[in-house]
């Protein structure tokens, strides 16, 4: 019998707990997890040429991805980060006004808003490429976050609003690479690289990412609990 989404994420969770590679914060369980070897998979992102010609990348705002989006202030490259549940969009971070040193600071979901500003939709610069976090990911690029969906959407939305497919990166522990028949819906994201601790690959996935949002999956609670949905639908459908 083929395993939920769920399933496989408790048992991710529960993998990770019992090889000790989890990192603060705790629990690990209902989140996407930070782990151990995070620096080491940032570094194996930044020597992927998709990275180092983008000018514009796009970093989920979690634990494990702190190396990541510090990174990419210090290439004076601008970050984008959504907000936490997507409630504000995006803030936009230029590296022009992160004073040196303050990279790593500039970067956290505390200080975010105090260097960077939340940006309009309609005024989102072009993004050349998105980097998640998650939970679960095969090697064919089928990936489960911690199941609320921000990722899928958030890739989702930049579509609705005019920016081209672009190549997703994602990074995990080893342990966190399943081969089980991971399930998939047709709004779910799909990463095109991954990189652990000690390897990056591409996954060359046979899947297509979304094209935009799938509408008749948005519901009324939705829509009040990401106002970005509202306001797509008046940008795109006004």
């Excluded at 989006?69 to 995006?90: E, H, N, S, W």
């Amino acid at each position: 019998m083929r395993k939920t989404k769920q399933a496989i994420r408790e048992e991710v969770w529960e993998t990770m707990e019992q090889e000790k590679v989890g990192r603060f914060p705790f629990p690990l369980r209902g989140r996407i997890p930070n782990f151990k070897g995070a620096e080491a998979a940032a570094r194996h992102v930044f020597s992927l040429d998709v990275y180092k010609d983008a000018k514009v990348v796009k970093v989920n705002p979690d634990s494990p991805q702190l190396p990541i989006r510090a990174q990419v202030l210090k290439d004076k490259k601008t970050l984008l980060i959504p907000t936490p549940r997507l409630k504000d969009g995006f803030v936009m971070i230029n590296p022009a006004y992160v004073p040196s040193g303050e990279e790593r600071k500039a970067a956290s979901l505390k200080h975010m808003n105090s260097y960077g500003k939340v940006v309009p939709l309609d005024a989102l610069p072009p993004i050349d490429v998105l980097i998640v976090g998650s939970v679960a990911l095969h090697r064919d690029g089928r990936r489960l976050g911690k199941g609320e969906g921000y990722a899928d959407r958030e890739y989702a939305i930049l579509r609705e609003l005019g920016n081209p497919e672009i190549p997703v990166i994602g990074t995990v522990n080893n342990v966190q690479l399943v081969d089980e028949d991971l399930p998939r819906d047709e709004y779910d994201l799909v990463v095109d690289y991954i990189a652990t601790e000690s390897e990056v690959f591409a996954t060359h996935s046979p899947y297509d990412k979304p094209r935009g949002i799938v509408w008749d999956e948005v519901t009324d609670e939705d829509k009040k609990e990401m106002k970005v949905l509202e306001e797509i639908w008046k940008i795109t459908k006004g």
